[in-house]
């Protein structure tokens, strides 16, 4: 059964941190490439940041500087650093495996809310 999960999301005011986490199962964690993506309602969910097996990294253009991915395989753990946000980060925040780093996969998480106050 696929299975992945995400973790870390709150309350956080304009300019704090918070590091999401994403287990997923060791097939899942087979995939090439692992990303995080966020969807905001009324909006497509959109790119946050890639990792391949590599460990090359792509952002998006808005949190570039400012969030840093990571994967652990050995752990089977993804992990998405998030500084200095702003409330255009708020969003619901799913982490996602496939094979191509210009789409999202077929595997996704159930999602955790990230909210900035302003």
């Known amino acids: 059964q696929v299975q992945m999960a995400e973790s870390g999301g709150g309350l956080v005011q304009d300019g704090g941190s918070l590091t999401l986490s994403c287990a997923a199962s060791g097939y899942i964690f087979s995939a090439p490439v692992m990303g995080w993506y966020r969807q905001v309602p009324g909006k497509q969910r959109e790119l946050v940041a890639t990792?391949?097996?590599?460990?090359?990294?792509r952002y998006a253009d808005s949190v570039k500087g400012r969030f840093t991915i990571y994967r652990d395989d050995a752990k089977t753990l993804m992990t998405l650093h998030m500084n200095n946000l702003k409330p255009e980060d708020t969003g619901v925040y799913y982490c996602?495996?496939?094979?191509?780093?210009?789409?999202?996969?077929?595997?996704w998480g159930q999602g955790t809310q990230v909210t900035v106050s302003s």
């Open positions: 996602n495996a496939g094979t191509n780093v210009n789409s999202a996969g077929p595997y």
């Open positions: 990792i391949t097996r590599d460990a090359d990294t």
